[in-house]
Structure formats: structure tokens, C-alpha cells
């Protein structure tokens, strides 16, 4: 079992520019591709952006693409994503989940608990 790790968040001003890291303390996840959603009140829980397991391939939602930036760092066990040009709509619980895949097949899937960013106006 992988533990996923968010941090980062809180109240942060339109416009701002915070960085959340998403991390697997003890636990290798460099084989893992790693994804971000977020939910934010009353609503669906959405997706935001991915990046495979070496990094060399990333995508983002359409509601994100330019402002937010997903990456990796696999020696520190961490994925992180830099978000730019915030907007109150950016306000959302954030979650990191990492997906195990043998092929095509998804062979385990992890979750962390989520961290909130509130974006003021």
C-alpha cells in the first residue's frame, strides 16, 4: 500500500501562485503515473492534470491548461503542481492519486487525503 501525501494549500489570493506537492514518504512511487483532481463544494470531483511515471508525458484539463503545471521529482518520491493565475473557481479540494499499470490495465490505485486551497477574490 502507498500512502499519498498532499500539502500545500490554504488561503491564497486571486492571482497567486502556490505549489502543492504530492509526496509517498518511505515508498518509492517513481512507477506509479500520478494524477490531480479536485472537488470543489456541491460538486463532482474533477480532473485536473497527469504526468506518467518518468514525467516525460503530462496533460491537463482544459479548465487549467496554461495556469497549472504538473512535474516530478522521483529521487525525492514527489510530484508536484504548480498553480498559476489562480481564480476563486480554483477553489477546490486538491488530490494527488497514483495509478499502478501493467500495460493498458490498471493493477493498483492509491489516494491521499486531499489538502484545500481556498482562492480569495
Known amino acids: 500500500q502507498v500512502q499519498l501525501v498532499e500539502s500545500g494549500g490554504g488561503l491564497v489570493q486571486a492571482g497567486g501562485s502556490p505549489k502543492l506537492p504530492c509526496a509517498a514518504p518511505?515508498?518509492?512511487?517513481?512507477?506509479?503515473?500520478v494524477r490531480w483532481f479536485r472537488q470543489a463544494p456541491g460538486k463532482e470531483r474533477e480532473f485536473v492534470a497527469r504526468?506518467?511515471?518518468?514525467?516525460?508525458?503530462?496533460y491537463n484539463s482544459d479548465s487549467v491548461k496554461g495556469r497549472f503545471t504538473i512535474s516530478r521529482d522521483n529521487a525525492k518520491n514527489t510530484v508536484y503542481l504548480q498553480m498559476n493565475s489562480l481564480k476563486p473557481e480554483d477553489t477546490a479540494v486538491y488530490y494527488c492519486?497514483?495509478?499502478?499499470?501493467?500495460?493498458?490495465?490498471?493493477?493498483?490505485?492509491?489516494w491521499g487525503q486531499g489538502t484545500q486551497v481556498t482562492v480569495s477574490s
Open positions: 518511505g515508498r518509492t512511487f517513481s512507477t506509479l503515473s
Open positions: 504526468i506518467n511515471w518518468s514525467g516525460g508525458t503530462t
Open positions: 492519486n497514483g495509478v499502478l499499470y501493467s500495460g493498458i490495465s490498471v493493477v493498483d490505485e492509491y
